[in-house]
């Protein structure tokens, strides 16, 4: 037998069932976690003032009210000055989040129109996402304090107005077109640079045709009351607005209707409506008036007039006072610096030819035009400036106050009154009043004795009214009068007086008549009761 033969031992290797378990899970959690990973949407980072209403693990983010993240984690920034809220979208919401994305706080408000947010009393806060157009993706937001007024993408008009400092007006605000509401203030900021506040409004489509080149912004309180040299006005806008403010815009009386407003237009916000008329104005003259009589109720934006009609206004009250008065003035003036405006009597007007103003207003000077103050309000005492011709005044001389030209003036009715009075007064310390004042005290003393013997004389009727005998006077006249009645009614034509009265008349009537031959013979003979009566001849007629 040869060499022994030696087995060759193998281990053989194989896969115990018992690990095909294992690789299942295995795979299984791994296509489980790049499922939840694949699911998983960005990050993003919320910044704001405050986390108040904002828990990690249940505030949702939502829009159109449909859940698109959550808050992941709430903490406090480094520097303590704000909060920072880690958020998880959803993958569907990757595409939303750009530089024009917009981030709130849900939850009850209290505002001009009204309360909102009352839904989330109940489920708790939520933030809102408004989805932007930008193509510039962001991960960090910061969460606005106020929900915008409109979507950026929403139809419509947005345009910029700058204003001085000193308005109220705020985020939300109305803004009106002869009072009704046709948009909203979108942001206020200040720009410290220029001092001036910049406000973005919305107007809402279709209503930005409204908003042309000529359009004029202001603001309105709701309440306006105004007591002036052109009297008393008060004008009443929207509840809301008497709330809260706003702005209304409009275009000035006799304006053209200009091209439609482009987006991002700038314009100037006014204080108020007068203001907005008055900033069409840009062609004037200014001229200083000097002025002698005192100028207490002459104010910044008085109006010129002529012969009752606006050509102006007043802009300083008073101007430049400490510079050099004209030599030939005598006195110290009070200077008052105006603006004419040749664009009021033809509005329609964009430019006017200046120089022919003033070369008119000259030869207008040489004509007797001054200026004087006149009171244009007796209760409050406001004056305005009142241009009009006068006779009999010095020539005009040009001059020039603080290299502007001096406008003519005139005393105004005030001054001219109290010249008058003055003029009275010195008149009446010139009469010689001691003899008037002699012959005055003499009539008085006769006026004295008078009114003595006036007393004396009502003293006496006092008395004789008091008698009882005077008192008892009526009585007796009324008895009497009632007798003299009593015997006239005896006389009465039925009465038996008044028959015999008729009848002893009648025999006295036969009796004259029968007594008159006698009497007549007794007349042409006295003696013939003892003698016989002497016949007459019979009458003879003369012979021719």
């Known amino acids: 037998m040869s060499e022994a033969q030696h087995a060759t031992r193998r281990t053989q290797r194989s896969l115990s069932p018992v690990w095909i378990v294992p690789l299942v899970a295995l795979l299984i959690g791994a296509w489980m976690i790049y499922d939840n990973i694949s699911r998983l949407g960005p990050s993003v980072t919320l910044i704001m003032e405050n986390a108040e209403g904002i828990e990690a693990g249940k505030t949702l983010i939502k829009t159109r009210n449909v859940e698109v993240g959550k808050v992941e984690k709430v903490s406090l920034s480094d520097d303590r000055s704000h909060a920072e809220i880690v958020a998880r979208m959803s993958p569907q919401a990757a595409n939303m989040l750009n530089q024009d994305t917009q981030f709130w706080v849900v939850k009850p408000r209290i505002g001009r129109e009204g309360v909102s947010g009352l839904s989330t009393v109940l489920s708790g806060a939520y933030i809102q996402l408004q989805p932007g157009n930008s193509e510039v993706t962001q991960e960090t937001f910061e969460v606005l304090e106020q929900p915008p007024v409109a979507p950026a993408d929403a139809p419509g008009l947005r345009i910029t107005l700058i204003s001085d400092v000193g308005n109220a007006i705020t985020t939300g605000d109305p803004i009106t077109y002869q009072g009704y509401t046709v948009g909203r203030v979108e942001s206020s900021d200040f720009d410290p640079e220029q001092r001036k506040m910049r406000h973005r409004l919305y107007i809402q489509s279709p209503f930005e045709v409204l908003v042309s080149t000529t359009s004029r912004f202001w603001t309105v309180s709701g309440l306006d009351i105004r007591l002036d040299s052109e009297g008393f006005r008060v004008n009443v806008g929207s509840l809301e607005s008497l709330v809260g403010g706003g702005i209304t815009f409009g275009i000035p009386n006799n304006a053209g209707q200009g091209t439609q407003a482009v987006a991002n237009s700038t314009y100037v916000l006014f204080s108020d409506e ?230 002893t008349l009648s025999r006295l009537e036969k009796l004259m008549r029968d007594i008159q031959p006698v009497v007549r013979t007794l007349s042409d003979q006295p003696n013939a009761l003892i003698f016989d009566k002497k016949l007459t001849e019979d009458p003879q007629p003369r012979a021719k």
Not at 289 to 314: F, H, K, M, Q, W
Not at 347 to 354: A, G, I, N
């Open 274 to 503: 007068a203001s907005a008329k008055e900033g069409r104005y840009n062609d004037y003259l200014e001229y200083v008036l000097l002025v002698d009589d005192t100028v207490r109720g002459l104010s910044a934006n008085a109006p010129v007039e002529y012969r009752g009609v606006r050509i102006g206004t007043v802009m300083s009250v008073p101007w430049n006072f400490s510079a050099q008065q004209p030599d030939s003035l005598s006195r110290f003036a009070i200077p008052v610096l105006i603006r004419i405006e040749p664009q009021r009597f033809d509005e329609t007007q964009d430019e006017v030819d200046l120089e022919q103003w003033q070369t008119r207003l000259n030869n207008m000077f040489n004509h007797g035009l001054r200026a004087s103050l006149k009171a244009g309000n007796l209760l409050t005492g406001a004056l305005f400036v009142d241009l009009n011709f006068h006779k009999d005044t010095p020539a005009h001389q040009e001059m020039t106050f603080a290299n502007k030209p001096v406008f003519p003036t005139t005393s105004g009715s005030f001054a001219q009154i109290e010249q008058k009075v003055s003029n009275l007064l010195d008149k009446l310390n010139g009469l010689k009043i001691e003899p008037v004042l002699d012959t005055l005290n003499s009539t008085l003393a006769s006026t004295e004795q008078t009114m003595r013997k006036v007393n004396d004389i009502a003293a006496s009727v006092d008395a004789l009214m008091a008698d009882p005998a005077t008192g008892q006077l009526p009585a007796n006249v009324n008895n009497t009068m009632r007798q003299l009645r009593d015997t006239l009614q005896g006389f009465a034509p039925d009465s038996q007086g008044y028959n015999e009265l008729t009848q």
